[in-house]
T-cell receptor, first 111, second 112 residues
Framework: GQSLEQPSEVTAVEGAIVQINCTYQ??????LSWYQQHDGGAPTFLSY????GLEETGRFSSFLSRSDSYGYLLLQELQMKDSASYFC????????????FGPGTRLSVLP | SAVISQKPSRDICQRGTSLTIQCQVD?????MFWYRQQPGQSLTLIAT?????????ESGFVIDKFPISRPNLTFSTLTVSNLSPEDSSIYLC?????????FGPGTRLTVL
C-alpha cells in the first residue's frame, strides 16, 4: 500500500518563505508531485520530482530524497494568492499511472 | 497539456436516485481517472477508465455503485448510483500527460 503524511496547516506572512514537508511509504515509487488547490477549484500541477534533488520553478521549488522517502515544497516571497491547500502525490508502482495523494496542507498567508 | 471539461458542474439529487457525470478531454488519452474529494479532504481515486476495457476500481469502490463508461479516447462518464447523503462530494475527472496529472473543474454533488 501507499501512505503519505503532510502537516495539516501552515501559516506564514506575505513575503516569507515556507516549507511544506511530505513523507511517504509506498510499495513502488516513480516520483513525487505537488499540486495546489484553491477553495472551490480543481487541483493544479506545480512540480514533479523523479530524481533526488531540488527542482526550481519560479517562486516554487520542490525537493526529493528517495533514500529518506521525503520531499518538500518550498514557497518563496509568499503572496496572499498562495493561500490554498497543497497536496503531495506519489506516482504509483510499476504499471500504475495514477497518483496517490497526501492529506493536504492548508497554507494561510497573512498580510 | 490537457483541457478537461465536466458536466454538470453541480447538482442536488434526492436519495435513491443516480447522477451521471460527463468528462470530455481535448486530446486523446489512454487512461482517464475518476477521483472523489469530500469536503476538506484529500483526493481518493475511485477508478481508472481505459478505452475498450472494463474500468479498474480501487479498494472500497464497486462497479454497481460507480459504473463507468469509456466509449472513446476523449470521453468518459461516471454514474453514482443509489445516492445517499454520504455520496455528497466533489467528483473529479483526470488524465495524465507525461508526469503531470490534469484535473477537470469537478462536479459538486449534494444528496438530500
Amino acid at each position: 500500500g501507499q501512505s503519505l503524511e503532510q502537516p495539516s496547516e501552515v501559516t506564514a506572512v506575505e513575503g516569507a518563505i515556507v516549507q511544506i514537508n511530505c513523507t511517504y511509504q509506498t510499495s513502488g515509487f516513480y516520483g513525487l508531485s505537488w499540486y495546489q488547490q484553491h477553495d472551490g477549484g480543481a487541483p493544479t500541477f506545480l512540480s514533479y520530482n523523479a530524481l533526488d534533488g531540488l527542482e526550481e520553478t519560479g517562486r516554487f521549488s520542490s525537493f526529493l530524497s528517495r533514500s529518506d522517502s521525503y520531499g518538500y515544497l518550498l514557497l518563496q516571497e509568499l503572496q496572499m494568492k498562495d493561500s490554498a491547500s497543497y497536496f503531495c502525490a506519489v506516482l504509483g508502482p510499476a504499471g500504475g499511472q495514477n497518483f496517490v495523494f497526501g492529506p493536504g496542507t492548508r497554507l494561510s498567508v497573512l498580510p | 497539456s490537457a483541457v478537461i471539461s465536466q458536466k454538470p458542474s453541480r447538482d442536488i439529487c434526492q436519495r435513491g436516485t443516480s447522477l451521471t457525470i460527463q468528462c470530455q478531454v481535448d486530446s486523446q488519452v489512454t487512461m482517464m481517472f475518476w477521483y472523489r474529494q469530500q469536503p476538506g479532504q484529500s483526493l481518493t481515486l475511485i477508478a481508472t477508465a481505459n478505452q475498450g476495457s472494463e474500468a479498474t476500481y480501487e479498494s472500497g469502490f464497486v462497479i454497481d455503485k460507480f459504473p463507468i463508461s469509456r466509449p472513446n479516447l476523449t470521453f468518459s462518464t461516471l454514474t453514482v448510483s443509489n445516492l445517499s447523503p454520504e455520496d455528497s462530494s466533489i467528483y473529479l475527472c483526470s488524465v495524465d500527460v507525461g508526469d503531470t496529472q490534469y484535473f477537470g473543474p469537478g462536479t459538486r454533488l449534494t444528496v438530500l
